[in-house]
């Protein structure tokens, strides 16, 4: 079956650096549309940033545009998230998403295959 790992979570300062990976596999990963959602404890998930099968156009949350890159390499099968610049408020659970789509898609309900997710703690 179609599996999403999600790996490069950790715990960093603010202001630092992570960069995320997706590791997809048993699908045409070009074919599928790719999304990063993030969940905090007792909040709702919620949408980060989503790249299409291409590559060519990508969509971020207002809360991280200038911040984070979403970005893929279809040779590898794998996605992306570079985060910069991170604050204590970027604390979450971050999951990837993949939608087999042409059009960006940034509806949790709209994704057919997630990831277990990685942690990401912004703390001094």
């Known amino acids: 079956q179609v599996q999403l790992t999600e790996s490069g979570g950790g715990l960093v300062q603010p202001g630092g650096s992570l960069r995320l990976s997706c590791a997809a596999s048993r699908l045409t990963f070009s074919n599928y549309g790719l999304a990063w959602f993030r969940q905090a404890p007792g909040e709702e998930r919620e949408f980060v940033a989503a790249?299409?099968?291409?590559?060519?156009?990508?969509i971020y949350a207002d809360s991280v545009k200038g911040r984070f890159t979403i970005s893929r390499d279809n040779a590898k099968n794998t996605g992306y998230l570079q985060m910069n610049s991170l604050k204590p408020e970027d604390t979450a659970g971050y999951y990837c998403?993949?939608?087999?789509?042409?059009?960006?898609?940034?509806?949790?309900?709209?994704?057919?295959?997630w990831g277990r997710g990685t942690l990401v703690t912004v703390s001094s």
């Open positions: 998403a993949a939608a087999r789509a042409t059009a960006i898609l940034v509806n949790p309900n709209d994704m057919d295959y």
């Open positions: 790249i299409t099968g291409s590559g060519r156009s990508t």
